[in-house]
Each structure stands twice: as structure tokens, then as C-alpha cells.
């Protein structure tokens, strides 16, 4: 996708190291038990973000436990479900299609996910 792309594929790259700080301050603030200061110089230092830009990213996190790591799940199940339906699916997988799967229920648990893509999957067939 980025082949040609070299700045997309920079700005891919940055979102990736966003997402994998996100984890290590949620872990660090609730397990390791880092101080608000502590999580957002981290993130700033890590991400070359600006303290004051990374500030309500932090208070987020230290208000809900788990978010980042509960998005990153989510992100990995949807990768997996993706990977089945194109398995399934071969020439037949429509990525537009998918993300309709997906996303027009709006924020559902794991399971009903699984369930709503197996059902598109088995009607497809």
C-alpha cells in the first residue's frame, strides 16, 4: 500500500509507535504505578509530541484503566476476522463489505463482532 508512499508509510509508522506508547503508558500508569508526570514525559519523549498536545491523551488513560489496551485487542481481533473472511472468501472478499460488517453495528463486544462476520461469512457462501 505505501510502496510509493514513503511519507505514508513515515506517517504509518508514527501511528504504530503512537499506539505501542498508549500501551506502555496505560501499563505503566496503572501497574507500575507511574505518577500523571512520569506518563506524560514518556509519551513525549517517545512520540516527539509536545507535553502540553499529550496531556488529555494521558488523563485518559489514568481515568480509564485498560483503554489502550482494550482498542489494541480490538484492533487484532478485527485483523484476525479480516484474515478468516478472506480465507473464506478468496476473490469474493470485498474490504468495503467487511468494514461494513464491522462498523455499521457500531461498538459491540468481541463475540457479537465474531458472530456478526461469521453470519455475513456463512451468507456469502
Wanted: glycine share 8%; proline share 2%.
Amino acid at each position: 500500500m505505501y510502496e510509493n508512499d514513503p511519507f505514508g508509510d513515515l506517517g504509518r509508522l508514527q501511528a504504530e509507535l503512537f499506539r505501542a506508547v498508549r500501551l506502555v503508558v496505560d501499563t505503566g500508569l496503572h501497574d507500575k504505578r507511574w505518577t500523571r508526570e512520569q506518563a506524560i514525559s514518556y509519551m513525549s519523549e517517545q512520540t516527539g509530541t509536545a507535553e502540553s498536545d499529550v496531556v488529555a491523551e494521558i488523563e485518559r488513560y489514568m481515568a480509564w484503566p485498560g483503554q489502550a489496551l482494550g482498542y489494541k485487542l480490538g484492533m487484532l481481533k478485527i485483523l484476525s476476522l479480516r484474515e478468516q473472511a478472506k480465507a473464506r472468501l478468496g476473490d469474493k472478499f470485498d474490504l468495503a463489505e467487511f468494514h461494513d460488517v464491522v462498523l455499521l453495528n457500531g461498538a459491540v463486544p468481541m463475540a457479537v463482532l465474531s458472530r456478526n462476520v461469521n453470519h455475513w461469512l456463512d451468507n456469502k457462501l
